[in-house]
């Protein structure tokens, strides 16, 4: 997003969630916008600038410009949807480059934004959802089982599964039926702001200065005690969960491994449902906090069924270019090709930014109870600058105004990337700032989009080898993830060995999908697109054998030949199908996506960095310490994954306070 920002954070140092449009806008190939387009846009003042065209900031700008207000979204990118994107790299091949699959896009933004009845946007429903094939398992005895196959079907995900335990089989629907309570009950939480408990903490102090008449204090007061309402549904969610409540600990808590210990004894049940722990997350299944990213991925569904992931037509993109069609339809301007280099700031102590003067001066007070010595040190954001191909080589960054700003890139980026670390540290808050410093973006994933010239074949499934691969007709276990771990023990060897050795896993965890057996968009004829998402990569390679690291073409290739090996354990010509790769690394999915060290969330979903503490405390409600300036994407509350909720959330932030 930030070319300074991104340089940041290697100085410092996907998800899967990422149908087509029908329209002919999303088929075509995105081109940057027209140099007289941009250079109309920055010259004028806007209420809303968004920085960032993923699918949040899209999101965002289709809730207010609805609302009627002059919004403009700026994306450093040639096309839009930051990680949910669909590109082209092969002649008739289009990728959903990072995200791949749909569940948690909420349903109040598909409603409210008309995207399917009015923007196209069309899904592929999978029948089948998961496969496992299991030929180590398989060789240990005659007649064992060779794989595990679960859909939509409750007898027939039964049968599969008692190949294996029929205690499993009979425990899986009371597992699934429970842990859906639970995740219902965060999934409440996703469509408006969390408390925040730094806020609440700040309202003695505040009273105090209320009390001596001080400035702005009854105010500050209002904004700190805008959590209880939420904090309040909180415990009523928790509390009604009844017996279930301990559950709900122990899902933001503990590892993914106790709770499916518990309920499971077959290892390759378990395996299959741990990945969901673990996916696009730097923990095994044994790690403390790695159970909530499980409930993470079961939060969604779509068309009313809980828990669904489907196939977007026309890939992830298709989803993004449905939002903008929304947003443009609304009103809004949407550019491309725009590089946001820093903040335009206003210290002059008048200027009110959005929510007018209450809101400054309370934001004011509240900085001045945290810090104890009663300094007001803030500021008001009111624009960017930006550089673009058709503005004057070599000139400075030009200004652009705006009311309010909204980051719809990595909380990294902007709080010592836009707003230098002097800056910040100077600015925010200094428990906000440490915070900030600390927030935990270590990256887990790479992803490897390959072009095929037919269809895998899996034995165990009965698909025969030698058949043409370009004849060779879809099967159930061709829609679904296919996993390729038997026992959750060798995902917590991947991540542990990775961590220690400073390499990638040297059995990596993939995860495999052919989105074109349901979508004949995405290929030529006869031929597929898959997606494969990796695990465990880290962002720097230390290992001696590595530490030529991810620009290096041996360690490219030797990366992609240990993921092929893996997946030909089960489908064995696999790599004799590849037409084309395209890999992308922590530091590419940085460079190229602006995704801080490769993380796909924007930083850790771990129980530190959820509510209250995403991405730190006094921020959680998407408003920042600085006046106009707010966090739209997926380091903010509810965090990663295409689901939008970041970007609605804080569009009716920025709205109320306009109203305020």
Partial sequence: MLQRAVRAQVARRLVRDFTTSASAASAAKPEPSSAEAVRTALAQKWDAIIVGGGHNGLVSAAYLAKAGK???????????????????????????RCSYLLSLLRPVIIEDLGLVERHGLRFHPREFS???????????????????????SA????ASIAQYSQADAAAYPEYCERLGRVAAAFTSLLDSPPPDLQQLSRLPALGKAAMAGRSGSLGGMRSASESFPELASLARKAAAL?????????????????????WFESPVLKATLATDGVIGANVGPSTPGSAYVLIHHVMGGIEGKEGQWVYARGGMGAVSQSIASAAREAGATLLTGVDVRGLLLDESGGAAGAGGRWRHAAAAAEAASEAGDGAEATAAVRGVTVTAPCLPSGAEPL??????????????????????????????????????????????????????????????????VNGDP????????HQCTIHFEEDPSEIDDAHALARALGRPSPRPIVELT?????????????????????????????????????????????FMDSVYDVVEESAPGFRDLVLFEDLLTPPDLEREFGLPQGNIFHGA????????????????????????????????????????????????????DWRA
């Fill in 70 to 96: 002059r919004v403009l979204v700026l994306e450093r990118r040639h096309i839009l949807g930051g990680a949910a994107v669909t590109e082209e790299l092969h002649d008739g091949f289009r990728f959903s």
């Fill in 130 to 152: 998961s496969y496992t094939p299991t030929p180590r398992h398989a060789a240990t005895a005659p007649g064992a089982p060779s794989g595990m196959l679960l859909s939509s």
């Fill in 155 to 158: 007898e027939a995900t039964a």
């Fill in 242 to 262: 009844g017996a279930d409540g301990p559950l709900l600990w122990e899902a933001l808590t503990g590892p993914a491994s106790r709770i499916l210990d518990r």
């Fill in 399 to 464: 200004a652009v105004e705006a009311e309010a700003v909204l980051w719809g890139a990595s909380p990294t980026s902007l709080f010592g990337g836009a707003l230098p670390a002097a800056e910040a540290s100077r600015l925010l808050p200094p428990e906000t700032w440490s915070r900030m410093r600390g927030f935990d973006t270590a990256p887990a994933s790479a992803k490897l989009n390959v072009a095929l010239k037919g269809l895998p074949a899996f034995p165990a499934a009965g698909d025969d």
């Fill in 470 to 477: 370009s004849r060779r007709r879809p099967k159930p276990h």
């Fill in 514 to 558: 052919i989105p074109s057996v349901l979508d004949d968009s995405l290929a030529p004829p006869g031929c597929h697109v898959a997606n494969l998402f990796v695990q465990y990569a880290p962002y720097e390679l230390t290992h001696p054998e590595w530490s030529a690291g991810w620009g290096d073409d041996s360690v490219r290739r030797r």
């Fill in 605 to 656: 979903m771990s129980v530190d960095q959820l509510l209250w503490g995403r991405p730190a405390g006094g921020m959680a409600r998407y408003r920042t310490p600085l006046g106009g300036l707010y966090l739209c994407a997926s380091g903010a509350h509810p965090g990663g994954g295409v689901m939008g909720a970041p970007g609605r959330n804080s569009a009716l932030a920025l709205l109320a």
